[in-house]
Structures are given as structure tokens and as C-alpha cells.
């Protein structure tokens, strides 16, 4: 068998390292790239450099869970690869130590930058837990490891709790709103995930299907370049951030900082609408008419300011809302929309 990091015991329990899946390390290479591009777009939302909210838009939360879905189910796999054949307790604990303490310094570092959102169980420390916890699955009857694995992903869907909204048990997964955290990966549903990974690796390795997959080869410099991002995806995960708003911030002040002001407004503004009562279309189109109102009559001083003055909200009310809410078919549902501050 061919594997990444999968081994053969010998006679005298010691172990022979075989080659890595180089399917399995590309296809890790994708997601971490994946999650670079992800956070790309995350940050340019965060510092209001464009105008979708990235964390609550339905196609970029989907492409989020797909990452997430494929990194605990990638520890799955890599946890029959490795230890199926025998559990290696030093190289298991040599890694669970590495990760663990990369969640460690994930959760301080984000004490520090968010405060109120610090990650207190993202996906390393699910990564960690799991890892251990699938060990007790790698001798488990398969029909048995198959069927947790739906309890797993089902049970969120069929129990929730209010408890499970509180920090302290958050981590477990039935809560019907999460807490304020920038990154929490939940016992339920995704332990299930890793149980799949689990399984179908295990049921790979049983019909032979592993040899095949093994046999594939990086031809190319895009497959070369999925296995490398993914033999040093903890790497990258550590360090892509700091990066990407080390070089964002600067920009987000200086050159885009009309930019960020204009999607502030304008995503700030729908929101309000909506909040009042006014439909989404009626919203975009009144927000996108008063934007136009600001930069045509140079309002953006009074608009920002958090006292204006009687002449800068006359201003505005003359300028923007007056102008606005006479060019725009009127919402029947509407109440009478305002302007972000």
C-alpha cells in the first residue's frame, strides 16, 4: 500500500515508512489555497474595500464550509494512511503537539487583534481533538464508523439549544446562533466529516482502490505546485494572514480610502433600508441613488461627521434624501429611509 505517511509493521513492531499519497497532499494543496483566497476576499470585506459582506454572503459562506468540510475530512484520511495499521505514538504525538500548538498561538494572536472575536476553537484546535479522538475509529466496524458519521452531521439539524450558544460550550455544535468568534469549528457537525474520511479511506484501502490512487504522478508544474502548498499547508495557514493585511491595511489608508468609505456607505445604508421595513431591490436603488447624491454635491464631510451641523443635515435632507425618495418608484411596504453614520 501506498500512502502518505502510511507504514507496514514488522516482525518486531517497528515501522517502514511508504511514499505519501501525492493526490492527497494536491488536493490539500487546493483547499489551503483555497482558504488564501478566502481570506483575501474576507479582508478586502473587513476593511470595506468592497462592497460584499463576505461572512454573510450565501456563495462565500458555501465555498467556506467547503474548504472546512475538506480539511477534517483530509484528517480522516490521513489519520487510516498513517496509523492504520498500527497507531505510531510517537510520530502521532509529534504532530498532535505541532498543531496543537499552532492553535494555541492562533488563539493568542487573535486575542490580541480581536478582543471580542478571538478564536477559541477554530479549525486547528478541531483538527487537534479530532485527530485524537478518530484513533478509537480505526479498528471500529465500518457500518458502525458510517453511521456515527450521520449522527454527526445530523444532529445540529434535528437538536438545538440555547446553552449551546454560551463560549463555554459553544465548542460542541448545538447552538441555534454561535458566538462572536472569528473561526469555530463545532464537535457536531464535523467530527462526522473526519468519521467519513475515516471510512471511505478504510473501505478504499479494503478494495484495493488505494493502489490506483497511489500510482498518480505530479506531470505538471499546477500539480507540483498543489503538492508542495499542501506538504506546508500548516505553514501557510499560520502565516497567510499576517501577511495579506500587513500589505492591505496600508492600502485600505491611503490609496482605496475613498474606496472603503463608499462601500461603508453604501452596504451601511442597504442594511438601514431594509432594517426599516423597504425591500432589497427598492433599498439598492435608493442607497445607490443617495451614494451618487454625496459625491455629486460634495456631501462625504457631511455624511461622516457624527455632529453635523443644522446647514450639513439641511444638506443632506435637501440634497439626498428630498432627491432620492422623489426619483425612486416608492416602496409601498417602506418606512422613510435614512442615511448611514
Known sequence: MNGAGALTATSEGAATSRPRYGLVDAVRGAAIIGVVV??????????WLIPVDVSTHPIW??????????????VGVGLVLAHGRGIRWPAFWRRFAVIGGAALLVTAGTLIAFPQTFVYFGVLHAIALFSLAGLAFLRTPLWLVFA?????????????????SERVWSWIGFWPVPPPTNDLVPVFPWFGVTLAGIGLTRL???????????????NGRLSRLLIGAGRWSLVIYLVHQPVLLAMLYPTANTVFSRTASTNSFTRTCEIGCVNAGSSEPYCTAYCGCALAQVEANDLWAAVESPDPTP???????DEVILACTGDIPRDPEALSPSLPR
Open 204 to 218: 478504499a484501502l479494503s478494495r484495493g482502490w488505494a493502489e490506483r490512487i497511489g500510482r498518480w504522478r505530479a
Open 38 to 47: 478566502y481570506h483575501f476576499f474576507w479582508d478586502l470585506s473587513f476593511l
Open 311 to 317: 446647514e450639513q443635515t439641511q444638506a443632506i435632507t
Open 148 to 164: 456515527l458519521s450521520a449522527a454527526f452531521v445530523a444532529g445540529p439539524l434535528i437538536y438545538t439549544n440555547p446553552m449551546f
Open 61 to 74: 459562506v458555501a465555498f467556506a464550509r467547503t474548504l472546512l468540510g475538506s480539511f477534517v475530512f483530509l
